[in-house]
């Protein structure tokens, strides 16, 4: 069974289509990527001297997944797909996650700093590029979306997460980028927290516009099942 969730997870990573197994077995899926999400938890902060404990711990990442999963569902469901629970989207969330291993990579360890923060940029670009991609896709195949729909159900939740974790400043840094930072208080993920303020003033503009044509598809696929019903 093992062999085959991995070659299952290996196939939504490279988006293709799962065997049906993952459908009979999906507690072993779901397990499975539960165990990858804890274990990209623990890679990501293992070597940064601002995490907490918790984060340490990996259990950021699985509060995180967890949480995810239950606003893209509310986020979703009033677009009416016709396949959607949330016990899928919670498992091919956590099938998502090995990509961010690559944040246990200690370049800082034998690079430069300004070459480690250039890496840690890239390895930011390359998973959250892949995610977004794989959520859209996601929607598109496997809840039966639009393709309008599935654009605006993947950037909203994506738009909304980013201009959170600003607001609530969970990396320690997000802010201090703003008005500079201290040589004493320089990491390999500055660069990275620093992408990270942009996206979130490009959040902000995007914001509005995403949300009305939310309302927009919401409004028609309610009045779509009212009339179909």
Known sequence: MLKQVILDNVRVLTFQSPSAAIRTHWPSYLAFG???????????????????????????????????????????????????????????????????????????????????????????????SWRVALLALFLRRGAGLSFGASVVGCLLPIVLIIVALSALNLEHVVFSLMSGIAPEQRSSADLSYGIVVMLSALSLLAAPFLLFAYAVLAYLAFRQRRTSG
């Open 34 to 128: 539960l165990l990858m999400t804890w274990l990209a938890g623990i890679g990501r902060y293992w070597d940064n001297p601002r995490a907490e404990l918790w984060q340490y711990l990996g259990l950021g990442s699985v509060a995180y997944v967890l949480l995810l999963a239950c606003l893209l569902w509310a986020v979703i469901y009033p677009l009416r797909p016709p396949r959607w629970s949330f016990r899928s989207m919670l498992i091919f969330l956590t099938l998502c996650s090995p990509p961010a291993l690559l944040y246990a990579i200690p370049v800082e360890r034998f690079m430069s700093l300004s070459a480690a923060q250039s890496a840690n940029a890239w390895f930011l670009a390359v998973v959250a």
